[in-house]
């Protein structure tokens, strides 16, 4: 089973211009292996291959750029690969065409595939082309095979790695589970869950809480010369809180998608097409701020980590306008109608948990568990 473990890492001043370093060759060479397959389809309408681009790259690339062979090779060949699953994407998935990346991106990030090693008895980690180890937080222990690592840089300075580990375990099997051991679960923005036993999960709105705080920070920003040390540190007073409102977001998310997975032996949810409603501009920031995708991505993996199952149903069943008792279908319902009585069987209905009942009865009816 893989698993990543991500350190903070607190490099030397001699370790951050070779770090820094790596990631300006690393992104230096993804951009010229774009820009060559570009060129080679616009003007043959061929293909160029990740082998023939790691040929152009030791025998036409280096000689002509020296200082790449003062980074890690094995780097470089990687960001070939990352390229290659860039394009795999976009033929297969539909993903968007790869684009060129910048400097100016929030995180800037390199891999190492291999030659590394981790001590945790010092708490460092030695990494290729680094003389000696860096000091990292190594908080929690790992047995197993290492994998591919991530070093990257924040906004703020910080510098973390990621270590992707294979444990050799397989996957728990999953466990068995009926409709009492199903929760059903339905997302939404004043509240960010509503389950199926009437339980509401309040939401926390980091962003629009500290809100009134970035206006002032980033209007100080504004006003500063560019380039000047004063930008830079009232630029590095916005990354900060930034960061800060990622963290809890986070924290919120990792801690309720866990709690969720651990009481139940089957989560049922809602596909939604969030890029679709991240067009609506006015309720865009606030579905950014909720972070659905990243929820349900938590309980996708917890799931299959811990044995559990999770159960999808259609972004166009009618778990909203359906009554859970007697099945009645309320098409007069809008959005605004938050409450509503069923017609048919004087039902007084909450229409979100209405909807999460509703999704946990799709859920299992697609399964064949619910006796209809």
């Known amino acids: 089973m893989l698993k990543a473990y991500k350190y903070r890492l607190y490099p030397s001043e001699s370790q951050i211009e070779i770090l820094v370093k790596h990631i300006g060759a690393c992104r230096f060479t993804y951009n010229w292996a774009l820009e060559q397959k570009n060129k080679a389809y616009e003007v043959d309408k061929k293909y160029l291959s990740r082998f023939e681009l790691q040929h152009r790259l030791v025998h036409d690339l280096k000689p002509n750029n020296e200082w790449l062979k003062e980074v890690n090779s094995q780097s470089l060949l990687n960001t070939l690969i990352n390229l290659e699953?860039?394009?795999?994407?976009?033929?297969?998935?539909?993903?968007g065409f790869p684009n060129f990346k910048s400097r100016k991106n929030p995180v800037q990030s390199f891999q190492i595939p291999q030659?590394?090693?981790v001590d945790f008895e010092t708490d460092t980690i030695k990494l290729p082309k680094l003389k000696q180890p860096i000091k990292a937080k190594l908080h929690?222990?790992?047995?197993?095979?290492?994998?591919?690592?991530?070093?990257?840089i924040t906004p703020t300075g910080k510098y973390y790695i990621s270590i992707l580990v294979?444990?050799?375990?397989?996957?728990?099997?999953?466990?068995?589970?009926?409709?009492k051991s199903?929760?059903?679960?339905?997302?939404g923005l004043t509240h960010f869950a509503i389950l199926s036993n009437g339980e509401k999960i309040d939401n926390p709105k980091h962003l629009r809480n500290s809100m009134d705080r970035m206006k002032i920070l980033q209007?100080?920003?504004?006003?500063?010369?560019k380039g000047s040390k004063n930008r830079n540190k009232a630029r590095l007073a916005v990354s900060t809180l930034h960061e800060k409102i990622r963290n809890q977001r986070t924290d919120f998310l990792h801690k309720t998608s866990y709690k969720l997975i651990s009481e139940n032996q089957a989560i049922a949810v809602e596909t939604l097409n969030i890029s679709g409603m991240l067009k609506n501009h006015c309720l865009a920031q606030a579905i950014g701020d909720v972070s659905w995708s990243v929820f349900f991505r938590q309980l996708e993996y917890k799931a299959e980590q811990y044995g559990k199952t999770l159960l999808k149903i259609g972004q166009f069943e009618p778990s909203?306008?359906?009554c859970n008792v007697c099945g009645f279908h309320n098409g007069k319902m809008t959005l605004k109608d938050r409450y509503w009585s069923c017609p048919e069987c004087n039902t007084e209905h909450d229409r979100d948990i209405n909807a999460a009942i509703n999704i946990k009865k799709f859920a299992l009816q697609n399964q064949n568990l619910l006796n209809i």
């Open 219 to 225: 209007k100080r920003t504004s006003k500063k010369q």
């Open 182 to 187: 199903t929760l059903g679960i339905d997302v």
């Open 115 to 117: 030659h590394y090693s």
């Open 140 to 152: 929690r222990k790992f047995e197993g095979k290492l994998k591919t690592a991530t070093v990257s």
């Open 166 to 179: 294979d444990d050799g375990k397989e996957l728990p099997e999953k466990e068995m589970f009926d409709e």
């Open 320 to 322: 909203s306008k359906l």
């Open 85 to 95: 699953s860039a394009f795999t994407r976009f033929f297969r998935e539909k993903k």
